[in-house]
């Protein structure tokens, strides 16, 4: 009988952090391995335009949790 969503997740907390790691690793890449590859190329070629653009002082880089409070207040969430 295979295992419902609920009772894989129960059993892979239990594992130890190392075990967990792996897992997540092996999850994500199932994943990517059926990401188209053009939406890959053009994932990178933002990645390194961004990475160039704070090496430049183009831009400056914020803080994720500041970028998020800021998006919420916003929003009024």
Do not use: C, F
């Not at 990517?32 to 933002?46: C, F, G, P, Y």
């Not at 400056?60 to 800021?70: H, I, N, Q, R, T």
């Amino acid at each position: 009988m295979a295992m419902t969503l609920d009772e894989l997740y129960t059993e892979a907390v239990s594992l130890p952090n190392e075990s967990k790691a792996i897992l997540a690793d092996r999850l994500v890449e199932s994943i990517e391995s059926n990401v188209d590859a053009r939406i890959t190329q053009a994932h990178l070629a933002t990645v390194k335009r961004r990475r160039d653009e704070i090496r430049s002082g183009t831009v400056e880089p914020v803080d994720g949790e500041e970028a998020l409070a800021s998006v919420r207040a916003s929003l009024s969430l």
